[in-house]
């Protein structure tokens, strides 16, 4: 049995970027073994958010992998990103996990995935995990038809998604970057 059960949602909008996700990890189909998991965190000194979906040992592996290349790169999130992506790709070891990681700093919303895709959206929206779909649809209906923030936004999203996905609850947590002027 795998376990499972996330939603992250990420909402870049005006001057903020802001990622949410749920709390929930279940265990096969019937079983809710945590209800508070913490799936989004900071990274590189407070300045990238990360989102991490799937297997929770993979999840976490590579997020610290991530980590170690955004620290190489110099807070370079893209080229961190991309380089991630191709060892994921490759590597013998890496190119089995089972994981999906939406990141993100003032400049970016980026999913990555263990295809060795780097996505970034048009719509400054994204969502992976279980109720992915559920909180994308809902985050892009918020944005295009409120004027909530980008937290107001992913938070809402995620609510709504809580409502509809048996794998996802509403214990949640938000992350938001305050995008500086250019």
Not at 24 to 48: C, E, N, P
Not at 66 to 74: A, F, P
């Amino acid at each position: 049995m795998k376990m499972k059960g996330t939603t992250i949602v990420a909402v870049k909008k005006g001057k903020q970027v802001a990622v949410a996700g749920d709390g929930q990890i279940t265990f096969g189909d019937k079983t809710v073994m945590k209800g508070s998991a913490r799936k989004v965190r900071r990274l590189y000194q407070g300045k990238v958010i990360a989102g991490i979906a799937g297997s929770v040992a993979d999840a976490l592996t590579l997020l610290d992998k991530l980590e170690s290349k955004i620290q190489e790169y110099r807070g370079n999130l893209l080229r961190a990103s991309v380089e991630l992506a191709k060892e994921w790709r490759t590597d013998r070891y890496l190119r089995h996990l089972e994981a999906m990681i939406i990141a993100a700093d003032q400049d970016q919303l980026l999913i990555l995935s263990g295809n060795g895709e780097v996505i970034e959206p048009d719509d400054g929206v994204a969502a992976i995990g279980s109720g992915g779909a559920y909180a994308l649809s809902a985050a892009r209906a918020l944005v295009r038809h409120t004027d909530l923030s980008a937290g107001e936004a992913a938070k809402n999203a995620l609510e709504i998604a809580a409502e509809i996905c048996v794998y996802t609850n509403n214990h949640i947590t938000l992350e938001v970057i305050e995008r500086a002027e250019l």
